[in-house]
């Protein structure tokens, strides 16, 4: 079964920092084009971050220099490392695969349950 | 403040047809393909919609997408209680900050 199960979600103090994975089943990570998408509570979609298949990867101005995306190909695995983390970075956070047809034709046609998120002290 | 601006809410009878609004701008909308996603109660979002007007495997016809200009429109024709979702209009922004940018989602009721 074609599937994205992400793990890592809790609460973290201001500050403080959290890995989240994705666990893709059915499909190579390492062969499409991987992305992060948020959703603060009550509110909606914000793209976070992604890493091209060629290993490239760009981030949303409101986390750059804060998250890190990376993937592990020998556990099929996505991951997201996020520091300095601040109280508006409160959201579940999904793992998406993003269908990319050309360099601004973008969808996501396969996401994962999420992870929540709650950054309070 | 969402790019893209979608209706907060919209209803209809069951059985009767609805349509979903999302309004941008050359930089997005204008210029690149629109998608539509479907996230039901408590759940993941879900692709209804690709490249304007394209439906993926498995979603029934019931629902479509069009685009003119700086804006884009989702019909759902047909309403269903299990419809009841919300549903958020996408695409990608050519902007300083380029990169995929979503609207700020429409509650859909079936009253």
């Known amino acids: 079964e074609v599937q994205l199960v992400e793990t890592g979600g809790g609460l973290i103090q201001p500050g403080g920092s959290l890995r989240l994975s994705c666990a893709a089943s059915g499909f190579t990570v390492s062969s499409n084009y991987m992305s992060w998408v948020r959703q603060a509570p009550g509110k909606g979609l914000e793209w976070v971050s992604v890493?091209?298949?060629?290993?490239?990867?760009y981030y949303a101005d409101s986390v750059k220099g804060r998250f890190t995306i990376s993937r592990d190909n020998s556990k099929n695995t996505l991951y997201l490392q996020m520091n300095s983390l601040r109280a508006e970075d409160t959201a579940v956070y999904y793992c998406?695969?993003?269908?990319?047809?050309?360099?601004?034709?973008?969808?996501?046609?396969?996401w994962g349950r999420g992870t929540l998120v709650t950054v309070s002290s | 403040q969402s790019v893209l601006t979608q209706p907060p809410s919209v209803s209809a009878a069951p059985g009767q047809k609805v349509t979903i609004s999302c309004s941008g701008s050359s930089s997005n909308i204008g210029n690149n393909y629109v998608s539509w996603y479907q996230q039901l109660p408590g759940t993941a979002p879900k692709l209804l919609i690709y490249?304007?007007?394209k439906r993926p495997s498995g979603i029934p016809d019931r629902f479509s997408g069009s685009k003119s200009g700086t804006s884009a429109t989702l019909g759902i024709t047909g309403l269903q209680t299990g419809d009841e979702a919300d549903y958020y209009c996408g695409t990608w922004d050519s902007s300083l900050s380029a990169g995929p940018v979503f609207g700020g989602g429409t509650k859909l009721t079936v009253l």
């Open positions: 890493i091209y298949s060629g290993g490239s990867t």
């Open positions: 998406a695969r993003a269908v990319v047809v050309a360099e601004t034709n973008w969808y996501f046609d396969l």
């Open positions: 490249d304007n007007n």
